[in-house]
């Protein structure tokens, strides 16, 4: 049984930071990317970043590029999200997922198992 735990999540004001953790189990870590989505009240699920198995490939939406940083932790089945410069049009709930396959995918529809997520409120 794969399971994915975030934790990080809270208020902080316009301008700050938060890291986010996904911690990791069940299945070979080091084999899957892993990505961040989020969803925001009344808005779709959006993809924020992204991570190839190995830690060499990333990708990001736009909005957050030069912001936020993905990076992972294979001997700790870990993977993190480290937000800086928040906006509080980056509030929502962050969800992490694996997906299927090693490369860095930006669908939700290519990772399969999906932490129960964790809320970011970003006040102005």
């Known amino acids: 049984q794969v399971q994915l735990v975030e934790s990080g999540g809270g208020l902080v004001q316009a301008g700050g930071s938060l890291r986010l953790s996904c911690a990791a189990s069940?299945?070979?870590?080091?084999?899957?990317?892993m990505g961040w989505f989020r969803q925001a009240p009344g808005k779709e699920r959006e993809f924020v970043a992204a991570?190839?198995?190995?830690?060499?490939?990333?990708d990001y939406r736009d909005s957050v590029k030069g912001r936020f940083t993905i990076s992972r932790d294979n001997a700790k089945n870990t993977v993190y999200l480290q937000m800086n410069s928040l906006k509080p049009e980056d509030t929502a709930v962050y969800y992490c997922a694996s997906a299927k396959a090693s490369v860095v995918l930006t669908t939700p529809y290519a990772y399969d198992y999906w932490g129960q997520g964790t809320q970011v409120t970003v006040s102005s």
């Open positions: 069940g299945r070979t870590f080091s084999s899957y990317a």
């Open positions: 991570i190839s198995a190995r830690g060499g490939s990333t």
